[in-house]
């Protein structure tokens, strides 16, 4: 059965945290205030304690619990290295709502769920809260709520959720402030937010100079498979356009072609026609020559004639001088 302290009387705070502390050694839940909201808790290096957790809240394993710690040197121990930034975060904000997400101490025998080989770590600004975490060590510390309920803000609201999953409450009022924790990631060369919370991105930006937030993110989603596919549809049309581009291209260029083709087929034609009448023209003269060659024949043959009929006029003037003498002959005798 839950036992539960009422943390402003200094006698029930000093039972109460004596019993939380030995609740926590025998590996049982307890629920403390913190500077944000209730936490539920539990020793960070007893993994079935740490499984009741998650178990109390609704959570699997995929969802780690973070730790809190009562001292920057408890910190160190668990951490491979804060780095630059982070110790200064540390410096400026410890302890603090500031919850830092580290690389974990790869020797540490613990399971706070599937993390990684990481750990989520905070120093909180709670002065009873320090005391119990310096009696216990590093516990594994949620908030008091059941997964997807609202964040609990006084020991009440609590115990309403979790009811005897968990052995000791610790009643200190109402929680210190109404958001939680910001979350800054250092396992990459550049601090990142995980969370807006109690300390504000700019306030955050001031120590360490750099961060990163969602809104630098290159827009991851640009690896979804529906937004990859839609610029490879986007190409479909512009394949089809550049074809119909070159089609036009290579109709028009064979166009040309054919075009000038025909204009290089004209001159050929024409000289045809100019070849053929050529030989025609050089035809006629040859034709005109025959007459000049029958004129000149003509003329050769005038004089022959001529010595022809003068030849013929003779004989005959011969034949009538004998017919003459042959008469004068024969009136004679």
């Known amino acids: ?45 007893t993994p079935a304690a740490v499984t009741a957790l998650l178990e109390a809240k609704g959570h699997g394993r995929d969802m780690p619990a973070p730790v809190l710690v009562g001292s920057v040197r408890a910190a160190q121990a668990l951490v491979e290295d804060f780095g630059t930034y982070g110790q200064d975060l540390v410096d400026e904000f410890w302890p603090g709502a500031l919850t830092l997400v580290c690389r974990a101490n790869s020797t540490l025998a613990w399971d706070l769920g599937d993390a990684k080989g990481t750990v989520a770590i905070r120093m909180p600004l709670h002065q009873l809260t320090l005391e119990l975490l310096k009696e216990t060590g590093p516990m594994a510390v949620s908030s008091a709520n059941r997964a997807g309920a609202p964040p609990a803000r006084a020991a009440d609201d609590a115990e309403a959720q979790l009811g005897d999953a968990v052995e000791v409450y610790l009643d200190d009022g109402p929680s210190g402030d109404d958001a939680p924790s910001s979350i800054v990631d250092l396992t990459g060369a550049v601090p990142r937010l995980l969370r807006v919370g109690a300390i504000s991105e700019a306030r955050l930006r001031e120590v360490c100079g750099v961060l990163l937030s969602d809104e630098d993110e290159p827009a991851a989603n640009d690896d979804e498979p529906g937004k990859t596919d839609e610029p490879v549809k986007a190409d479909e049309p512009a394949d089809a356009e550049e074809s119909a581009r070159t089609d036009e291209s290579v109709k028009a260029e064979e166009s040309a072609d054919a075009e000038e083709s025909a204009k290089a087929d004209e001159p050929v034609k024409a000289e045809k026609p100019a070849d053929a009448e050529e030989p025609a023209k050089a035809d006629e003269p040859a034709k005109a020559e025959k007459p000049a060659d029958a004129e000149e024949s003509a003329k050769a043959d005038e004089p022959a004639k001529a010595e022809a009929s003068v030849k013929a006029s003779e004989t005959v003037e011969k034949e009538a001088a004998k017919a003459e003498r042959s008469g004068d002959a024969d009136g004679s005798a």
């Open 1 to 45: 059965m839950s036992r539960r302290y009422d943390c402003s009387e200094p006698m029930e705070r000093t039972r109460g945290i004596a019993e939380a502390v030995s609740a926590v050694r025998r590996g049982e839940l307890i629920v403390l205030p913190t500077d944000t909201v209730y936490g539920i808790g539990a020793d960070a290096f």
